[in-house]
């Protein structure tokens, strides 16, 4: 069975700083999605970035990257010239690419992140 | 585009009443889930489906009964409400292929049962 660990309950920074939100994974499967969703207050799932693990090139969107290290398991977020509205609770998530339950998404515990001005 | 949609937003129920959570979706997508969200737990799986008129158990699926009559709608059913129960619910509607994968969810339906 796969599990998803985030060891950061809550963390903070200062705005336009850069924070690293740390996530590790555990599974045998050799392809697989990774997923980093955004909650904030108004309770919506925000999809932020997406890693395929066939892919070596670490995935990017504007003032988020990862830093995706598959032997070792670790799906890190990095979140650069933090923002007020950046403040929310961001979960990592595994997804299987084939076989039984594949599309079941499984969830980390959250990091709940407060950016300060 | 409305993509997921799901409904009712906030729900209050007292303890041994039932109810059905609705979600749609408009994508034409094969698989559909439905995740509870509890503090300090993220999200776990209750109930997914992979088409229409298969449906199997997640991670938690006592107390939830599902079906899937269409490819557009899953709904949820609370048999018997139990303050266990208290959370907030999430459908998703996702594709996957051996490429790329993305889930899209609802708004959320925050439930609680007294």
């Known amino acids: 069975a796969q599990t998803v660990t985030q060891s950061q309950p809550e963390m903070s920074v200062q705005e336009a700083e850069t924070v690293t939100l740390s996530c590790t994974y555990d599974?045998?499967?050799?392809?697989?999605?990774l997923f980093w969703y955004k909650q904030p207050p108004s309770r919506q799932m925000i999809l932020v970035i997406r890693?395929?693990?066939?892919?070596?090139q670490n995935a990017t969107e504007n003032r988020f990257s990862v830093n995706f290290q598959k032997a070792a398991k670790s799906f890190s977020l990095k979140i650069s010239d933090s923002q007020l509205g950046d403040t929310a609770m961001y979960f990592c998530a595994f997804m299987k690419s084939y076989g039984g339950s594949q599309g079941n998404l499984i969830f980390g515990k959250g990091t709940k992140l407060s950016v300060k001005p | 585009n409305a993509g997921v949609t799901q409904t009712p937003k906030f729900q209050v129920l007292k303890t041994g009443q039932s109810m059905t959570l609705q979600c749609a979706q408009d994508m034409n997508h094969e698989y559909m889930s439905w995740y509870r969200q509890d503090p300090g737990m993220g999200l776990r799986l209750i109930h997914y489906?992979?088409?229409?008129?298969?449906?199997d158990q997640g991670e938690v699926p006592n107390g939830y009964n599902v079906s899937r009559s269409t490819t557009e709608d899953f709904p949820l059913r609370l048999l018997s409400a139990a303050p266990s129960q208290t959370s907030v619910y999430f459908c998703?509607?996702?594709?996957?292929?051996?490429?790329?994968?993305?889930?899209?969810f609802g708004q959320g339906t925050r439930l609680t049962v007294v």
């Open positions: 489906s992979v088409g229409a008129g298969i449906t």
């Open positions: 890693q395929e693990a066939y892919k070596q």
């Open positions: 998703a509607s996702s594709y996957f292929n051996y490429k790329e994968a993305e889930a899209f």
């Open positions: 599974t045998s499967e050799s392809n697989y999605y």
